[in-house]
């Protein structure tokens, strides 16, 4: 069992929302949808579910063209962002309803439902009304509405984003293991590579409504085809300046020259960018090989355990992420520490040139 889309596309009016998409998900995976807000993850999704047909292409299901079939005809599930449950029914209710559009039995319906909420650990609630629930049990109502009915095809969209930071968590980790039990193609789209990343399975990054890189989750991350892939999955986004290689060396904007080694070493001489994460930019100096990139301190966000430090390097903004908390005064000058192992490079079109050594060997 597969979906496939081949070639689909979907214009608005005469705009593109989705340019020309070939996608195809398994039996059984969990696949991640990340990008940015209108990056086209809603779009791809009613395209996916059939609530919407594509301008060109087609759209298989389990092999059959199911392009023009209409929603209902089809063993598709969706959850949205805002969670809906029916307020005067029990959970219970709320579960059986889809059963109860069938029109099946009474014993399968008590069968189907009993069988949904032990896997959500929805059993002791079954005789409450939703508002009686916490927003996280909410939620996993909604889910369980969606897959009582045996749906190959579940997408949710962005099915956390308005629970707190604990519920986000609780469910983060309860997905993967519904997922599992169900049998079913998840698709899941967000906009926090974390959570991605959490999820694991595979990602379409997107970026203006296309799919720029799709893949196994770790290898899509540490391997990003080209320089918006890496944008998309990094959150801050990943930090870019201008180099050189020539020879044996690479050389920065600020004059600093580091010894070209591993991928950086098998690349044609010329002009790059290079990219490297918030999180692999350092306050203090970690090896005698660390390029230094002298900056102006612009501000700085302390969220508890970590610092994000805003700065400027030239005409380039880079964000920082450092642990420890780091109360420093805006428009200092400030030195910052990058190991070329969390070195990208990228080519003039933003293809990648050569991966960060750190990221072959994981």
Not at 233 to 256: I, L, W, Y
Not at 338 to 346: G, K, R, S, T
Request: glycine share 8%; with cysteine.
């Amino acid at each position: 069992m597969a979906l496939a889309l081949e070639a689909v596309t979907r214009l608005v009016r005469g705009q593109p929302h989705i340019h020309s998409t070939d996608l195809t998900l398994e039996k059984g995976t969990m696949n991640v949808l990340l990008g940015p807000t209108l990056s086209g993850k809603t779009s791809l999704m009613r395209l996916m579910a059939g609530l919407d047909r594509p301008t060109e292409g087609r759209i298989l299901w389990e092999g059959a063209d199911v392009t023009g079939m209409p929603v209902q005809e089809r063993r598709v599930a969706m959850v949205y962002q805002q969670f809906i449950n029916y307020p005067t029914l029990t959970v219970y209710e709320n579960i059986a309803s889809p059963l109860r559009l069938l029109s099946n039995s009474r014993a399968e319906i008590d069968r189907a439902v009993r069988s949904t909420a032990e896997m959500l650990k929805l059993t002791p609630m079954l005789t409450r009304k939703p508002l009686e629930l916490s927003g996280g049990q909410q939620q996993r109502c909604a889910l369980a509405r969606a897959l009582v009915k045996g749906a190959g095809l579940v997408l949710l969209d962005e099915p956390l984003a308005n629970l707190d930071y604990k519920l986000r968590e609780e469910l983060r980790v309860e997905i993967p293991r519904i997922f599992e039990a169900s049998g079913a193609i998840f698709v899941y789209a967000t906009t926090e590579p974390e959570e991605a990343l959490l999820l694991g399975g595979n990602t379409a990054t997107l970026w203006e409504g296309r799919v720029t890189q799709f893949g196994p989750t770790p290898t899509v991350y540490r391997q990003p085809k080209d320089a918006t892939t890496a944008r998309v999955f990094s959150d801050p986004p990943m930090n870019f300046v201008a180099c050189r290689k020539h020879g044996t060396e690479v050389a920065f904007g600020n004059g600093q020259a580091v010894t070209a080694t591993g991928p950086l070493a098998t690349i044609p001489d010329g002009t790059y960018r290079a990219g490297f994460r918030a999180n692999h930019l350092d306050v203090t100096r970690h090896g005698g090989d660390a390029v230094a990139f002298d900056c102006v301190l612009t501000g700085n966000e302390i969220t508890g355990s970590e610092t994000f430090l805003h700065l400027a390097h030239g005409p380039e903004a880079f964000v920082g992420l450092v642990k420890g908390v780091h109360q420093l005064p805006a428009g200092e000058p400030f030195t910052v520490w990058v190991d070329p192992a969390h070195i990208y490079l990228f080519d003039a079109d933003g293809r990648l040139a050569a991966p960060a050594a750190y990221a072959l060997a994981a």
